[in-house]
């Protein structure tokens, strides 16, 4: 199956298989959960605070479908 993702902020400096700001079409296997997404694209869990399906907001051993559309945001900080 396919997902799109799209990394936010630092993250897209963490990985090489997403250009700033566009969406990359990813393969997996069937059933891949987000965790499993994470562990492809070489993320931690720390390194990413939110998670959004199909833009709704989704935890990690949520199971991926095909063409699903999957936003990755990291933690921020401020103050």
Do not use: C, H
């Amino acid at each position: 199956m396919k997902v799109k993702v799209k990394l936010y902020a630092m993250l897209t400096n963490r990985t090489k298989k997403t250009e700033r700001g566009a969406p990359v079409e990813i393969e997996l296997p069937e059933g891949e959960s987000v965790m499993g997404l994470l562990n492809r694209l070489k993320l931690s869990v720390d390194e990413v605070r939110m998670i959004y399906v199909n833009g709704r907001s989704r935890q990690l051993d949520w199971q991926l479908r095909d063409g699903d559309e999957v936003g990755l945001f990291p933690p921020v900080g401020g103050g």
